[in-house]
C-alpha cells in the first residue's frame, strides 16, 4: 500500500481509535485525492501457508448483499489458507460474526449471539472467535464488546478485510484482543480470492460506499465514501463467470446509479456499463440497491432492450411526504419520485417495482404517514421491505426529538403492510394461467419436495419438479397466487 494511503488510515492494535461520525468531515472526504486501485494489497505471510489444514471456519452473516459478498472473499482468504468450511459452531475452530449496522434489531441479534457462544469458547479456549463487518466500525459497540464480550479475539471492520491472514496470526499469537478497524479508507483492493456461496447466481461489486448521506443512515460512516471499480475489471468479472457457466449476476452497491461519478469526471456512467454488460453471454443480469437521484432515462432505456436485463427495478421510497423527504435527506420530493416511477412503468415492458419504506421517522404526522400510505396505494408496488425507524447514533436524524409513540409506530407499520400486501397480491395476479420463465435455484425452504425459482420479475415460484431441473430455466405455468410467492407447474408445451 502507498505511502500516502497508508497515513490516512486509522490502525488499532490491541487498543482502539475510532473517528466518531461526522457529516462535515465525511462530505469533506469527497473532495481528497482519487482512489486507489490496488492489485497486489493481498498477501499471505510466509508462516500462514497452510495454517488452515484440518482446521474448520465458519461465518454468520448479518445484513445486506454487500456483506454476503464480503463473506464470500473471507470464505475465499480462509480456503486459500487451507480451512474447510462448516455448517455448526461446534466444529469451527474460527468463528467470525459478519455484521449488519443498518437497524438496532441486526446489532441486537450480534451481541444475543456473542452471549450464547461464550459458554463454547469458556469449553474451548483455542476457539477463536472474531466480529466484523459494519457494527465494527462503531466505536460504542467496540466499546461494548470490549467491556461486556472479552472473549471476542479479535475485531476488524469493512476496510480491511483482505488483511484476515495477518489478523488470524496475530490472534492465534497474541493473547490480548486484537482490534484493528480503519477508520477512513478509499482504495479498491482487486484480486481478492472469493468462494461463491453457489455456481448458479453470483454478486459483481461495482461500487463500494456511499455519498448521499440520508440522515437516518449510518451506511456511510462504517462504508466509507463512494469508489467505483474500473469498468474493464468489471466487464472481465462478468465474462469470466458467463464462462464458468454463471446463470445470473446481480451488480452491487449501495448505489449503484452513482456508479462512474468519480472515475474520469463520471464520463463513463451506470447505463454505459449496463450497455457494456448487455453484450456479455449471460442470461440473466440484475442491479441493487438504486436511488431515485441520478436514476436516468439511459438507464431506462438500457433496462428496456430486455435481452439479458431483468425487467426488476428496486427504488426505494422511504416515505410519500416531501417534507419527511426532505427531513431524510433524501434530495427528492413525493412528485418526482412519482414522476419517475410512472416512467419506469411505462417505459420498461413487464417491469416490477419493489421498494423500501421507514414508518415512524422523528416527528412524522399522522399526516404525513397518511401521504406515504396513499402512495402505496397510488404505485400499488409488487413488494415492500417495511421497517420502523431505528435510530443510529452519529447519524443527523439522531439528534431529532422523537415524538411518536412506539405503539403508533406499529401500528402505522401494521397499516403500511396490509396496503403493501394487497398490491402485491393484485400485481401477482397478472401472472395467473401465464406461462413463466423460471431460473430453478433449488428445493424450497418448507418443503424438500418442492423446487423453487424466480422470474424475470423476481416472483418467486414454487413447483413440483425432479432435482434435475436445479440450475436450468424452463416455462412454468403459475396455476395459483399468493402475496408473495407464485405456485406453479412444469409447463410441457
Given at each position: 500500500?502507498?505511502e500516502?494511503?497508508?497515513k490516512?488510515?486509522?490502525?488499532?492494535?490491541?487498543?482502539?481509535?475510532f473517528t466518531?461520525?461526522?457529516?462535515k468531515d465525511?462530505?469533506?472526504?469527497?473532495?481528497?485525492?482519487?482512489?486507489?486501485?490496488?492489485?497486489?494489497?493481498f498477501?499471505?505471510?510466509e508462516?500462514?501457508v497452510?495454517?488452515?489444514?484440518?482446521?474448520?471456519?465458519?461465518?454468520?452473516?448479518?445484513?445486506?448483499?454487500?456483506?454476503?459478498h464480503?463473506?464470500?472473499v473471507m470464505a475465499?482468504?480462509?480456503?486459500?489458507?487451507?480451512y474447510?468450511?462448516?455448517?455448526?459452531?461446534?466444529?469451527?475452530?474460527i468463528?467470525?460474526?459478519?455484521t449488519?449496522?443498518?437497524?438496532d434489531?441486526?446489532?441486537?441479534?450480534?451481541?444475543?449471539?456473542?452471549?450464547h457462544?461464550?459458554?463454547?469458547?469458556a469449553s474451548?479456549?483455542?476457539?477463536?472467535?472474531?466480529?466484523?463487518?459494519c457494527?465494527s466500525q462503531?466505536?460504542?459497540?467496540?466499546?461494548?464488546i470490549?467491556?461486556k464480550h472479552?472473549?471476542?479475539?479479535m475485531i476488524f471492520?469493512?476496510?480491511?478485510?483482505?488483511?484476515?491472514?495477518?489478523l488470524?496470526?496475530?490472534?492465534y499469537?497474541?493473547?490480548e484482543m486484537?482490534v484493528?478497524v480503519w477508520s477512513?479508507?478509499?482504495d479498491?483492493?482487486?484480486?481478492?480470492p472469493?468462494?461463491?456461496?453457489?455456481?448458479l447466481?453470483?454478486?459483481?461489486?461495482?461500487t463500494?460506499?456511499?455519498d448521499?448521506?440520508?440522515t437516518?443512515?449510518?451506511?456511510?460512516y462504517?462504508?466509507g465514501?463512494?469508489?467505483?471499480?474500473?469498468?474493464e475489471?468489471?466487464?472481465?468479472e462478468?465474462e469470466?463467470?458467463?464462462?464458468?457457466?454463471?446463470?445470473?449476476?446481480?451488480l452491487?452497491?449501495?448505489?449503484?446509479n452513482?456508479y462512474g461519478n468519480?472515475l474520469n469526471?463520471?464520463?463513463y456512467?451506470?447505463a454505459?456499463?449496463?450497455e457494456a454488460?448487455?453484450k456479455?453471454a449471460?442470461?440473466r443480469?440484475r442491479?441493487?440497491?438504486?436511488h431515485?437521484w441520478e436514476?436516468?432515462?439511459?438507464?431506462?432505456?438500457?433496462?428496456?432492450?430486455g435481452g439479458?436485463?431483468?425487467?426488476?427495478?428496486?427504488?426505494?421510497v422511504?416515505?410519500?411526504?416531501s417534507?419527511i423527504l426532505?427531513?431524510?435527506g433524501r434530495?427528492?420530493?413525493?412528485?418526482?419520485?412519482?414522476?419517475?416511477?410512472?416512467?419506469?412503468?411505462?417505459n420498461?415492458?413487464?417491469?416490477?417495482i419493489t421498494?423500501?419504506?421507514?414508518?415512524?421517522?422523528?416527528?412524522?404526522?399522522a399526516?404525513q404517514f397518511e401521504?406515504?400510505?396513499?402512495?402505496?396505494?397510488q404505485c400499488?408496488?409488487?413488494?415492500a421491505?417495511?421497517?420502523?425507524y431505528?435510530?443510529?447514533?452519529?447519524?443527523p436524524?439522531?439528534?431529532l426529538?422523537?415524538?411518536?409513540?412506539i405503539q403508533?409506530k406499529?401500528?402505522r407499520l401494521q397499516t403500511?403492510?396490509?396496503l403493501?400486501?394487497?398490491?402485491?397480491?393484485?400485481?401477482n395476479?397478472?401472472?395467473l394461467?401465464?406461462?413463466?420463465e423460471?431460473?430453478?435455484h433449488?428445493e424450497?425452504?418448507k418443503?424438500?419436495?418442492v423446487?423453487?425459482?424466480?422470474t424475470?420479475?423476481?416472483?418467486?415460484?414454487?413447483?413440483v419438479?425432479?432435482?434435475?431441473?436445479?440450475?436450468?430455466?424452463l416455462e412454468v405455468?403459475?396455476?395459483?397466487v399468493?402475496n408473495?410467492?407464485?405456485?406453479g407447474?412444469v409447463?410441457?408445451?
Amino acid at each position: 500500500m502507498s505511502e500516502k494511503r497508508t497515513k490516512k488510515r486509522t490502525v488499532a492494535t490491541f487498543g482502539k481509535y475510532f473517528t466518531a461520525p461526522s457529516l462535515k468531515d465525511a462530505r469533506k472526504r469527497r473532495k481528497d485525492e482519487d482512489s486507489e486501485i490496488i492489485r497486489d494489497s493481498f498477501e499471505v505471510p510466509e508462516d500462514m501457508v497452510n495454517a488452515g489444514i484440518g482446521r474448520k471456519y465458519y461465518i454468520r452473516t448479518y445484513g445486506c448483499q454487500m456483506n454476503e459478498h464480503d463473506t464470500e472473499v473471507m470464505a475465499g482468504i480462509f480456503e486459500l489458507l487451507g480451512y474447510e468450511k462448516t455448517e455448526l459452531t461446534a466444529e469451527a475452530d474460527i468463528i467470525l460474526l459478519n455484521t449488519c449496522a443498518v437497524r438496532d434489531t441486526a446489532e441486537n441479534k450480534v451481541f444475543g449471539e456473542l452471549g450464547h457462544l461464550k459458554y463454547l469458547k469458556a469449553s474451548r479456549p483455542d476457539l477463536l472467535l472474531g466480529v466484523c463487518g459494519c457494527m465494527s466500525q462503531e466505536e460504542e459497540v467496540v466499546d461494548t464488546i470490549l467491556r461486556k464480550h472479552q472473549h471476542v479475539d479479535m475485531i476488524f471492520g469493512t476496510h480491511n478485510i483482505h488483511r484476515l491472514p495477518q489478523l488470524i496470526k496475530e490472534a492465534y499469537m497474541n493473547k490480548e484482543m486484537v482490534v484493528e478497524v480503519w477508520s477512513q479508507e478509499g482504495d479498491i483492493i482487486e484480486n481478492l480470492p472469493k468462494t461463491r456461496l453457489g455456481d448458479l447466481k453470483a454478486w459483481v461489486n461495482i461500487t463500494y460506499g456511499c455519498d448521499k448521506f440520508c440522515t437516518y443512515c449510518i451506511i456511510p460512516y462504517t462504508r466509507g465514501k463512494e469508489r467505483s471499480r474500473l469498468p474493464e475489471d468489471i466487464l472481465a468479472e462478468v465474462e469470466e463467470l458467463a464462462q464458468k457457466g454463471y446463470q445470473e449476476i446481480t451488480l452491487l452497491g449501495q448505489n449503484v446509479n452513482s456508479y462512474g461519478n468519480d472515475l474520469n469526471g463520471g464520463v463513463y456512467g451506470f447505463a454505459n456499463l449496463l450497455e457494456a454488460v448487455q453484450k456479455i453471454a449471460i442470461p440473466r443480469v440484475r442491479f441493487t440497491t438504486s436511488h431515485p437521484w441520478e436514476f436516468t432515462d439511459e438507464m431506462i432505456k438500457i433496462i428496456s432492450k430486455g435481452g439479458n436485463m431483468m425487467p426488476h427495478v428496486h427504488l426505494p421510497v422511504q416515505s410519500g411526504s416531501s417534507a419527511i423527504l426532505r427531513k431524510m435527506g433524501r434530495l427528492y420530493t413525493r412528485e418526482e419520485y412519482l414522476t419517475l416511477y410512472n416512467k419506469i412503468r411505462k417505459n420498461i415492458p413487464n417491469v416490477s417495482i419493489t421498494t423500501d419504506i421507514i414508518v415512524g421517522f422523528p416527528n412524522e404526522t399522522a399526516e404525513q404517514f397518511e401521504e406515504t400510505a396513499s402512495l402505496v396505494e397510488q404505485c400499488a408496488f409488487d413488494g415492500a421491505y417495511t421497517f420502523i425507524y431505528s435510530q443510529r447514533d452519529g447519524t443527523p436524524a439522531a439528534k431529532l426529538n422523537d415524538n411518536v409513540p412506539i405503539q403508533e409506530k406499529k401500528q402505522r407499520l401494521q397499516t403500511l403492510n396490509a396496503l403493501v400486501n394487497e398490491a402485491a397480491l393484485k400485481r401477482n395476479g397478472h401472472f395467473l394461467g401465464e406461462v413463466v420463465e423460471v431460473l430453478v435455484h433449488g428445493e424450497s425452504k418448507k418443503n424438500a419436495a418442492v423446487l423453487s425459482g424466480y422470474t424475470p420479475q423476481n416472483k418467486l415460484v414454487n413447483f413440483v419438479g425432479g432435482k434435475d431441473l436445479i440450475g436450468k430455466r424452463l416455462e412454468v405455468k403459475v396455476i395459483q397466487v399468493k402475496n408473495w410467492t407464485l405456485d406453479g407447474e412444469v409447463h410441457n408445451g
